[in-house]
């Protein structure tokens, strides 16, 4: 399974060290070009119809269209290519692509859309560095306006026309696509917000380009994806008890608000943790012990009694914010469980506990930085502003400031959650369903990274694989969701996960 993320600059450099290596940059092309008309000729047929348009732009996009549309008259189908610009001043290997196609090329001013059954897009490619206008984004609204009234179908080339191959955002207007054919690697376009909406189905080809590239590249983003972190998931061996499997902590608000603890605790129990205890304040001590079975609750009122709690090394890991309140005495709670111990504890911060550093994020990060194991903290955008401010990066490089700014692990949360680490490795999940937006689910993410983290499994892989066991959990589950569910669909996730068989 192919995890690595690369940049438009870094997929220009695989490129270039492969051809470096002997390979010629025609056969890329041409390899290209052929794997998007294998997906064009499934598509149409699937569909029904046998006329292709394919929209050619002025570059190597432009290119990899007019092979396609070579490769597509090869295999019988009534194929017509429209030019964006002249092609006569095509250069390089794109010019020797429409030299290939030794036909007409009308411009796009004469592509009559509605004798179309699928249209190739293949105008611009991940690198577009400026904003559609003119006639380019009138025939890209043309299109979209044309499969979402007369429900037409569109396969975009690397990536849909419009769309930043590297931040994911709009250029303008982008191109709906239906599905989108990209090469050797993804780019964050494909998985982030609205680069994930706009491209359908993804399909990775391989075109040649040989992986030894992405040794001299060192690529530090990654899909969220179980390659990444299976190796490292915490299966119990056949001689494992519960205190081998970690204690995990949960601290509950008052008696008004303990239900976000419990789901948190539940979701730490359900991740694999041998043991959880729900810190619980003393006026909400009977309500939590009367909702809870299999989890533990132990008596902790303020910062003293959460570290009385604590001095018990066999606590390994701890959540906090999920109904805790917002305020001073939250701070304090906060500043008490990252406190420097005798040994090594996992945190992890969400809600709340974020929320009452909004005024002095520094006091956080200071806390933070005097913590003697690692830190998650769970931001869904609103809180993430608060924490770390607005500006107009893409969401994957706010994550990664925001995770060097703090020294902790940041899950940005959202549709396209990125989890980074301090070091400058990220990863982009794709498995989270609409589902999911529903009140509670975040309270069970922060509770699975906490058991995760009990398990001793590594900080940034827990994140990540709490992030995709989330979401995984939630699709399995499917309409209907609410967060209570999520706990109980872990089971399903774990069974497919460890390979044991499916319970009929």
Known sequence: MKIEILTTAEMAEADRLTMDSGVAGVALMEAAGRAVADRAAHLIRRRGGTKIEVLCGPGNNGGDGYVAAHALLEMGFDVEAHTLGDPRALKGDAAWAYELWNRDAPPIDLFDIEQADLVIDALFGAGLARDLDGAARQLVERVNVWRRSRGGCVLAVDVPSGLDGTTGALRGAAIEADETVTFFRLKPAHLLIPGRALCGTIVCADIGISSDALGAIAPKAFHN???????????????????????????????AATGAARLAARGALRAGA???????????????????????????????????????????????????????????????????????????????????????????????????????????????A??????????????????????????????????????????????????????????????????????????????????WMHGEAASLFGPGLIAEDLPETLPKVWRALAGAPAIS
């Open 274 to 384: 041998g043991l959880v205890t729900v810190a619980s304040p003393s006026d909400a001590l009977l309500v939590n012990a009367a909702a809870l079975t299999a989890i533990m609750v132990r008596k902790s009122d303020g910062p003293k009694g959460l570290a009385d709690l604590l001095a018990d090394p066999r606590k390994n890991s701890i959540a906090l914010g999920p109904g805790l309140g917002v305020g001073e005495a939250t701070c304090a709670l906060v500043e008490m469980a990252l406190a420097p111990g005798a040994s090594s504890r996992a945190t992890v911060l969400d809600a709340d506990a974020l929320i009452s550093f909004a005024g002095a994020p520094e006091r956080l990060f200071a806390a933070i930085g005097t913590a003697n194991g690692p830190v998650v903290l769970t931001p869904h955008a609103g809180e993430f």
């Open 386 to 467: 608060r924490l770390f401010g607005r500006d107009d990066a893409d969401k994957l490089s706010r994550a990664r400031h925001a995770a060097e700014k703090s020294g902790a692990i940041v899950v940005f949360k959202g549709p396209d959650t990125v989890v980074a680490h301090p070091d400058g490795r990220a990863a982009i999940a794709s498995n989270a369903p609409a589902w999911l937006a529903t009140a509670g689910s975040g309270d069970v993410l922060a509770g699975v990274i906490c058991g995760l983290l009990a398990q001793a499994m590594p900080a940034f892989e827990a994140a990540c694989a709490g992030v």
């Open 225 to 255: 994806i179980p390659a990444l972190w299976r190796a490292k998931l915490p299966v119990p061996r056949i001689d494992a008890h519960k205190y081998s499997r970690g204690h995990a902590v949960v601290l509950s608000g008052h008696l």
